[in-house]
């Protein structure tokens, strides 16, 4: 398995902006399709965005298209997710996670990070 750290996250207002990024190890970075998920407090985790092995394609959950962006740069064995227009609604642990398609359930992919905290105030 590929072996993910997460970092990023924070205590932000409602309209600033953050970056997430993920560091994978252990593997061929370029193999694996990447997502990110978030779990809210007494919610269930859900799919926030994927992107392909090459990063040719990229998918979205409703309540963030538009405003979060996933990529990748396969040289530094990275992947990002731009957070713009942040909401209070955002506010979870977000969750990197590694698979060999780029899927939106969360069995799709096999290794995940430990998460990173997002907080945005109103």
């Known amino acids: 398995q590929v072996q993910l750290v997460e970092s990023g996250g924070g205590l932000v207002q409602a309209g600033d902006s953050l970056r997430l990024s993920c560091a994978a190890s252990g593997r061929t970075f370029s193999n694996y399709a990447m997502a990110w998920f978030r779990q809210a407090p007494g919610k269930e985790r859900e799919f926030v965005a994927a992107?392909?092995?090459?990063?040719?394609?990229?998918y979205y959950a409703d309540p963030v298209k538009g405003r979060f962006t996933i990529s990748r740069d396969n040289a530094k064995n990275t992947v990002y997710l731009q957070m713009n227009s942040l909401k209070p609604e955002d506010t979870a642990v977000y969750y990197c996670?590694?698979?060999?398609?780029?899927?939106?359930?969360?069995?799709?992919?096999?290794?995940w990070g430990q998460g990173t905290q997002v907080t945005v105030s109103s």
């Open positions: 992107i392909t092995r090459g990063g040719t394609r990229t």
């Open positions: 996670a590694a698979g060999l398609a780029a899927g939106r359930q969360a069995a799709d992919f096999g290794s």
